[in-house]
């Protein structure tokens, strides 16, 4: 008794709320996901159990497009975000100063907008008749028919936007968390701009760059919203048809075995990923 | 248009505040969303029961069983948001008047928009179940309602206590093709699917539904995401009338639908966001639904134009229906005898626009309430010759239809 039992039982204790919190709303209603892909039925008769392990392969092969599709437009807004939100985070981090969470709070401040709300004004923005579109047909600098939503760019680019601040966040906590004395140690060992980057402070921030990744690309490949209301007729992700399948055709079988295939898809990119790059990154960057 | 006309304002506050939804897709969404959270007990309990027939019991005797209801001095109505007349102060002169004349004290509550539940709650538990709450809820006709039928989840009206429905329903309220013999519907309002056009960009009148195929508007057309109307409008060009389609019709539909897609004339699946895109400018024409773009005309768009094609257009209603083990099932019956009468549903369908169940308000609504704009709109009461135009949806209720259809129709909207 005494401290072993309290060490035993300490941490078992802590994580009870976690505990139950994975066991009931993630656990056990995954089971019933994958139970429920294995019926048959529908919901006026019922669903019963009939292993219909053949709704994977049919889920997979009917949907292939879609989930490629959702692969590539995630796999695009992810690195436009990294692309995009490394140089800001950076510049906040090193030159903010003592305006830094003044920043911050700005690059985060339409994010407190609903979402709904943000693409609904780029769906304004972007309008054939909108103010950009508009003013450049005027000009004579794109067609008159040109068109700008309902395009694979228009998605892409709500899902980077939506993500910019996923993004930002864990990159900039990765730059500002550097010791100016490591990149002064550089540079008194004569290493160049470009050398201090890339050897030093590339390879300090790469945690934030993993985590950036993991965060952008998982929410975006599932997205849905992005393109139902800035995509066209051929731009249905996933998500969308996940969402279709459950909620209009209540073909709840078809749903879940989509939802767990995307679900392994992300988990073995998750694990690939981690193997390659995640614990690997600072030794391999700094070479 | 007069701006000083009240109902100028009340129809531009609704195109302002009315939610970038149809009202059919919302009924699917929160239908949809009570299964799936009904689904978890069910799944606790090792199994996913169905849900046909766990209403009421088969053979109820629903004549002796409203002879033994007492009339009752409540009633609790459960509606769509700015579905009803609305006075100042957010008072509806309609309830008031009811509420004045039979002494039952209305319960309204315009919950159905945002309030999944209330459809989740329409699930008696058996054997006595549990009231759902309300004593009337308005549903949209749609294999939903269809399902509650089927479930027996509805408790069927007494048309002996109806006789203003008797009297006055017209043929939008009586003709039903979901519920033949009127046995749970009474139709709150209606409305048409048509199209709907900027005469600006389609350069001219549109009058068939052949425009929607015209290569002429290669990616400005706009198509419904519902997959209801995306199949039905190919049935129309079609020439086949969607009501007695099979489904070796709806394969014929789904291959023009497809074409049309494939060609690229189609710019985008909408849901109600179609009415933005075509006040933006992103589509020249598009399939509509007539009350938005009365609305949209008495909201800065006045260019918009709305027509019933030559080949038809789809009608489709609102109803209230009595959940089973309501409370008050008499109040209900009387609240939907009284909006049945002329002069009571003049006050409502004033305000509210779309198809009105009752032909003779029209007279009343030109010369008592002074407003011919509104009686005199063939989408707020269709002259015999648009009636005859318009048509029923395919009955594709059941789960092998349903499954039919979408397996059909889903693929060309979300490809």
């Known amino acids: 008794m005494g401290r072993n039992f309290k060490k035993k039982v300490t941490p078992l204790l802590l994580t009870a709320p976690a505990n139950f919190w994975l066991w009931a709303f993630f656990t056990i209603p995954l089971i019933s996901i994958l139970w429920l892909s294995l019926t048959t039925g529908n919901t006026l008769d019922g669903f019963t159990l009939t292993w219909n392990f053949g709704i994977y392969p049919d889920a997979v092969s009917q949907y292939s497009e879609q989930f490629g599709r959702s692969f590539l437009y995630g796999g695009i807004s992810t690195a436009l975000a990294l692309i995009f939100m490394y140089p800001v985070a950076y510049w906040i981090a090193f030159r903010g100063g003592k305006y830094k969470a003044i920043f911050l709070f700005l690059l985060l401040l339409p994010f407190l907008v609903s979402f709904i709300i943000r693409i609904l004004t780029w769906q304004f923005i972007l309008a054939d008749n909108g103010i950009v579109l508009s003013a450049l047909k005027d000009i004579g600098l794109v067609s008159q028919n040109a068109h700008v939503l309902s395009t694979p760019f228009a998605v892409i680019a709500g899902l980077t936007y939506d993500n ?24 008194d060992l004569y290493a160049s701009g470009y050398q201090r980057f890339r050897t030093v402070i590339l390879p300090l921030s790469a945690p934030g760059i993993y985590a950036g990744i993991l965060l952008v690309g998982i929410s975006s490949v599932g997205d849905f919203l992005s393109a139902q209301i800035l995509g066209g007729p051929s731009t249905t992700m996933i998500g969308n048809i996940i969402q279709t399948q459950y909620v209009q055709n209540q073909n709840y079988p078809l749903a879940s075995a989509l939802s767990l295939v995307l679900m392994v898809a992300l988990l073995a990119f998750v694990v690939l990923y981690g193997r390659f790059f995640g614990s690997k990154t600072l030794k391999e960057f700094a070479g | 248009m007069d701006p000083k006309r009240p109902e100028n304002e009340t129809a531009w506050m609704r195109g302002l505040t009315q939610p970038r939804l149809s009202r059919r897709q919302l009924v699917h969404g929160a239908a949809g969303f009570a299964v799936l959270t009904a689904l978890g007990p069910a799944l606790a309990a090792c199994g996913v029961g169905g849900t046909k027939g766990t209403g009421s019991a088969e053979d109820v005797d629903w004549t002796a069983w409203w002879q033994e209801q007492n009339a009752t001095k409540n009633l609790s109505f459960a509606n769509w948001p700015l579905y009803i007349d609305t006075g100042g102060g957010g008072k509806h002169p309609s309830l008031e008047k009811f509420t004045k004349e039979s002494g039952i004290n209305v319960s309204y509550k315009p919950v159905i928009r945002d309030n999944a539940e209330v459809l989740l709650q329409d699930q008696p538990g058996p054997p006595a179940g549990d009231p759902i709450g309300y004593d009337i809820i308005v549903m949209s006709n749609g294999w939903e309602l269809g399902q509650l039928i089927a479930n027996r989840w509805l408790t069927p009206l007494d048309h002996s206590q109806l006789p203003n429905f008797k009297k006055y329903a017209g043929e939008v309220a009586t003709r039903l093709a979901y519920d033949e013999d009127l046995e749970y519907s009474a139709v709150w309002q209606a409305g048409v699917t048509g199209i709907a056009y900027d005469p600006k960009l389609t350069g001219g009148e549109i009058d068939s539904v052949e425009a929607l195929f015209d290569p002429k508007f290669k990616g400005k057309v706009g198509m419904l995401s519902d997959n209801d109307e995306v199949g039905s409008l190919g049935l129309l060009a079609l020439g086949i009338d969607p009501a007695t389609s099979t489904y070796d019709d709806w394969k014929k539909s789904a291959a023009k639908m497809k074409e049309q897609r494939d060609k690229g004339i189609v710019r985008q699946y909408y849901d109600n966001s179609y009415v933005k895109a075509l006040q933006n400018g992103d589509v020249a024409l598009t399939q509509a639904y007539s009350g938005d773009i009365f609305q949209s005309n008495n909201s800065g768009y006045p260019d918009l134009k709305f ?21 008050n099932p008499v109040s209900a019956l009387k609240w939907i005898d009284f909006y049945y009468k002329p002069e009571n549903q003049a006050m409502i369908e004033d305000w509210i626009n779309y198809i009105s169940p009752v032909p003779d308000a029209q007279a009343i609504i030109r010369d008592e309430l002074d407003d011919p704009t509104v009686a005199d709109s063939p989408l707020v009461f269709p002259p015999q010759s648009m009636m005859d135009q318009l048509r029923e949806y395919p009955l594709n209720y059941t789960p092998e239809t349903q499954k039919q259809w979408a397996g059909l129709f889903d693929p060309i909207i979300q490809s």
Not at chain 2, 310 to 318: N, T
């Open chain 2, 307 to 327: 027509v019933v094609p030559k080949e038809g257009a789809m009608l489709w209603r609102d109803n209230s229906v009595i959940p089973l083990h309501a409370k």
């Open chain 1, 164 to 187: 910019l601040p996923w993004m930002a966040l864990p990159v900039y906590v990765a730059l500002d968390g550097i010791k100016r004395d490591q990149i002064e140690a550089a540079s």
